[in-house]
């Protein structure tokens, strides 16, 4: 087996390996700290150097659509009011014309009255016309002298 002399102290093949092993993960360890260590360093000079981006013209756009919001809001409103007063119109307008329909019913219902009154009256004047007319033709018929003009 072989074997290694260091400072005085002798080490066969399983101790080497193991010292071996020791100090590849002690140099691993090292080197990855030392990337961190870099990584770290980088990123606090960029910190360091960082600046903000100007958002000023989305500040401008937020500005516009804000007015353009308001400005259709005030238009909603508008018609709103609108619509709310062409409905207040409507209604009054509807009890005014329930008012007047009402009004011509009770007209028009008078004037059926006095027209089917009046269909009585003239059917009883036909009748007594016609009774009377009746009554002349008869008395004319009836009449003596009738005989004598055949």
Do not use: C, H, W
């Not at 005085?8 to 360890?29: H, N, P, Q, R």
């Amino acid at each position: 087996m072989a074997e290694l002399e260091f400072a005085g102290l002798k080490f066969k093949g399983g101790k080497m390996v193991g010292i071996i092993i020791a100090l590849s993960t002690l140099v691993g360890g090292l080197y990855g700290a030392f990337e961190v260590y870099k990584d770290y360093m980088d990123m606090k000079e960029k910190i360091k150097n960082y600046t903000a981006p100007d958002l000023g013209y989305i500040e401008e756009e937020l500005a516009v659509v804000k007015s353009e919001i308001s400005s259709v809001l005030e238009e909603v409103s508008l018609v709103n009011d609108v619509a709310q007063s062409l409905k207040n119109d409507l209604r009054a307008d509807m009890k005014l014309m329930k008012e007047d329909i009402r009004n011509i019913d009770k007209i028009v219902n008078d004037i059926e009255d006095r027209v089917k009154a009046n269909e009585r009256e003239i059917a009883d004047d036909f009748k007594l016309l016609e009774q009377e007319i009746s009554d002349k033709i008869n008395k004319a018929l009836n009449n003596p002298l009738n005989a004598l003009s055949n």
